[in-house]
């Protein structure tokens, strides 16, 4: 069963303006983390941002946010006054303690693309 | 950039072929995990090392196998290459292997299978 869903389309962003990216999670764990990475190109995996599944307030940093809905079990993205080198792919990725390890379980991602 | 790389970039090999992809871990992270990234997907987690030690698997085949050295720089060896393995691989590495600990990717290594 797909953990992760990330179901938007490809998305043309107007630079300086504020995009959000959608996921939402599947887990019956109670401790659980979110994750956000940036893929350009190149192919590496950029950490972006972090939020526990205890943590009260929503998680930032910088240019992103991540507007965290447990009950509804969605944690999207926010970058805020997007640049051109936003443009990239978009993975959420999920960890659970059922594990006893730290592996992540990625959706398909979000193609963004910051046009001038 | 994470410190953390991989060797080779880029490599072609054909069906039945064995391949080995190298990865070195950022300073102080004693974990390493591995990803398989197919074309259009998210990463598939196929297993993780901890001090030398496999510490959890993905649902790969036996003929994905690492191995994990005393520097924590760890290796991904792939037996009778199948059309299916052309990915990138990528590796992460972390501090730890408990549910708190942030991965940090490497650059990746793309592989086609011919």
């Known amino acids: 069963a797909q953990k992760i869903t990330q179901t938007q389309p490809g998305m043309f962003v107007q630079e300086k303006e504020a995009v959000t990216l959608d996921c939402t999670y599947d887990t019956s764990d109670q401790s659980y983390g979110l994750f956000w990475y940036k893929q350009p190109s190149s192919g590496e995996m950029i950490f972006l941002i972090y939020q526990g599944s205890y943590d009260e307030q929503n998680a930032t940093e910088g240019r992103y946010s991540l507007n965290f809905q447990k009950a509804r079990k969605s944690a999207n993205l926010v970058i805020s006054a997007s640049q051109l080198g936003d443009s990239a792919m978009y993975f959420c990725?999920?960890?659970?303690?059922?594990?006893?390890?730290?592996?992540?379980?990625f959706g398909k991602g979000n193609q963004v693309v910051v046009i001038p | 950039e994470t410190g953390v790389t991989q060797s080779p970039t880029h490599l072609i090999k054909t069906r039945g072929q064995q391949v080995t992809l190298r990865c070195s871990s950022q300073s102080g992270h004693n974990t390493v995990s591995w990803y398989q990234q197919a074309l259009g997907q998210g990463p598939q987690f196929i297993f993780q090392?901890?001090?030398?030690?496999?510490?959890g698997r993905g649902n790969f085949p036996p003929r994905f196998s690492g191995l994990q050295f005393p520097n924590y720089s760890s290796e991904l060896n792939v037996n009778a290459l199948e059309l299916d393995d052309s990915a990138l691989y990528l590796c992460?590495?972390?501090?730890?292997?408990?549910?708190?600990?942030?991965?940090?990717f490497g650059p990746g290594t793309r592989l086609l299978v011919l």
């Open positions: 992460a590495s972390s501090s730890g292997s408990s549910e708190k600990e942030t991965q940090y």
């Open positions: 990725a999920m960890r659970e303690d059922f594990y006893g390890n730290n592996r992540l379980a």
């Open positions: 090392y901890y001090r030398e030690e496999e510490n």
